[in-house]
């Protein structure tokens, strides 16, 4: 079993049906997990008198050490702090409460319209080539029956209007129709979701980060300020 299944399966026992979650997998005696023991406990008290809807769930991943090595995950894997809403995503920041709040705020806050449309949507191929000649493309292709592209779909929205005026977000459903299953052909897309910066036709680099708004705009931040990466 992987990592993200065994986390999935310790999440799911942990807190059966609660939708949101602010869950720390710590090392009890290790340094660095009591500082995110800490960071939990003080944004928990933070938030105890607001009406966020959140479950903050401590494990001790020392008493289940066997289980978690047969994920090859050991003493130094942890911490590992997570907050599972729509999306389980890590939380990949600095044990300080003001940037935990607002990991947990962006997860909490609802997407509108306006920002959805900041994500095209593929149409055609000569549309698509269109807009790739103004600019780059930063492709998501999925398929709608994908619970790990569902899952993303928050924080590529998020993304998508965080990169306004520096790169531009599409959507490829590939079992959206004839043409868009050619499309896909094209590129070899076998699983979903598989995502592509495309620069031109000939210049496209895979995404290679995590599917958070750090991970994914921190990536492309990167890839849009050196042109040769």
């Known amino acids: 079993m992987g990592v993200q299944s065994v986390l999935q399966k310790q999440l799911t026992e942990l807190a059966p049906g609660t939708p949101n979650e602010v869950v720390l997998f710590y090392w009890a005696g290790e340094a660095k997990s009591q500082l995110y023991v800490d960071l939990q406990e003080k944004v ?11 479950k903050f769930i401590r494990s001790d991943a020392s008493t289940q050490a066997e289980m978690f090595a047969g994920a090859g995950m050991t003493q130094d894997t942890f911490p590992l702090l997570f907050v599972a809403t729509d999306s389980m995503d890590r939380y990949e920041g600095e044990p300080i409460v ?15 319209p306006q920002q959805e449309a900041n994500v ?16 780059p493309l930063f492709v998501k292709f999925f398929a709608d029956w994908c619970s790990a592209c569902k899952a993303m779909k928050k924080a590529y929205i998020q993304s998508a209007t965080r ?13 959206g129709g ?25 210049n496209v680099i895979d995404f ?8 994914i705009t921190g990536w492309l931040g990167e890839k849009m300020a050196h042109p040769d990466l």
């Not at 290679?208 to 991970?215: I, S």
Request: hydrophobic share 40%; charged share 20%; net charge negative.
């Open 208 to 215: 290679e980060a995590a599917r958070t708004v750090a991970g």
């Open 120 to 135: 095209l949507k593929f149409t055609s191929e000569p549309d698509f080539n269109e807009k790739l000649a103004s600019g």
């Open 163 to 175: 990169m306004v005026g520096t790169v531009r977000f599409m959507d490829v459903q590939c079992n």
């Open 98 to 112: 003001e940037s935990l709040l607002a990991f947990i705020q962006e997860k909490l806050e609802p997407i509108t």
């Open 178 to 202: 004839p043409q868009a299953e050619a499309f896909c052909g094209q590129f070899g897309i076998s699983g979903y979701p598989t995502i592509k910066l495309f620069r031109s036709r000939t």
């Open 44 to 54: 928990e008290q933070q938030l105890m008198h607001t009406n966020h809807g959140l």
